[in-house]
């Protein structure tokens, strides 16, 4: 049975095609998310790579911020549960998930079994976030995947003070024009980051093991920081971009599977 999970973040598109609920076939992340022609890219260039047509896909789940705006999906289902299905798949010890996305953060208590026991959101301020990292690339005029080569040749940290978006802009903008070192910036935009995440993980505490997902998750600079600050070691989820994309064809494939059909098609939301 093939299933499919679609994730329609802020900042990117995800799409996982799953053979019996096991069998990655396709795992495409395209770097635009909802309101753009990310979503039906990232469905193509999946369908292309597993060589299946739309039709041979038994249900669809769709999750992320956009996911109201794809039409097509069986069923949506929150970015919560489809993280904590992911991540279980890929790691049954891990307890804590934080997620970085493009404009929120996550912090997600699993129990043992792999249910949501808790969880808390950052989605009100940029700070913390992927959007956070892509304002201060832009002004070290470096792509947000080049960060974090920056950030390892860094000889020490230049600490960053505001904790707003626009006026952290202002004052990397100002460390740079009295001759700070680039990647000694980064180094204190990465801490930056790293503060804020774990100010989030501190209003629900840390369990070991900790997982790491999202689009940041594949800079190992903000992991390190993040390390640092709480003072524990992070597991990076396996293609962390994908996670909730992978939970929702998880979903899908489990109901399909409880009800005993590859067909169902209805629309409904949890
Ligand atoms: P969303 O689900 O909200 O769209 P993602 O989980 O896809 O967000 O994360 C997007 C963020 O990931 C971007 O804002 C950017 O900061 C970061 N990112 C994307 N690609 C890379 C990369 N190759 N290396 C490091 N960071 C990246």
Redesign the pocket.
Known sequence: MLTMGV?I????S?VVILKDGAEILAGV?V?V?TGTTGPSRALQQALEIAKVERNEISKVVIT??GRMTFEGADEQISEITCHAKGVHHLVPSARTIID?????AKVIKLDEQGYVSNFVMNEKCAAG???F??VMARVLEVH??E??VLGDKADKVVPISSTCTVFAESEVISQLAAGQKSSDVVAGIHQSVARRVAGLVGRVGITPEVVMT???A??AGVVKALEKELQVSITVAPRS?LT?ALGAALIAFESSYRAGTGSTRRNKSR
């Open positions: 994730d973040g802020s900042a990117s995800k992340a770097p998310g992320g911020y970085i996305g493009g404009q929120d976030t992927g959007r990292l892509e947000v995947s960060l974090q999202g689009g940041v594949q800079n971009q909730g």
